[in-house]
């Protein structure tokens, strides 16, 4: 079965950075779609990065300059580095894989941002 594993969140001050990384399994990796998703208390859920087989990126224009999406096809990881972290990135954040519309999605894991 699908399974997709994130981790790296924690609790980080303002300014400070943190790497989350997303293991999956059950999947061709390589020919996914890959995003990170977040979803702040009493919000909807929201793209923040999303990176394509090939490698192209897109971001939300609230995170640009400051997160970067990558990903490693021979570790089947997808990975977030977020840089200059504001409170108003306190999130659950959750992987998604896509292929042919058919979404999967990890557990989360919470980051929080203390100001």
């Known amino acids: 079965q699908v399974q997709l594993v994130e981790s790296g969140g924690g609790l980080v001050q303002a300014g400070g950075s943190l790497r989350l990384s997303c293991a999956a399994s059950?999947?061709?990796?390589?020919?996914?779609?890959m995003g990170w998703y977040r979803q702040a208390l009493g919000n909807q859920r929201e793209l923040v990065a999303a990176?394509?087989?090939?490698?192209?990126?897109n971001y939300a224009d609230s995170v640009k300059g400051r997160f970067t999406i990558s990903r490693d096809n021979a570790k089947n990881t997808v990975y977030l580095q977020m840089n200059s972290l504001k409170p108003e990135d306190t999130a659950v954040y959750y992987c998604?894989?896509?292929?042919?519309?058919?979404?999967?999605w990890g557990q989360g894991t919470q980051v929080t941002v203390s100001s």
């Open positions: 998604n894989a896509r292929r042919y519309m058919v979404d999967n």
């Open positions: 059950g999947i061709i990796f390589s020919l996914n779609h």
């Open positions: 990176i394509s087989p090939g490698g192209s990126t």
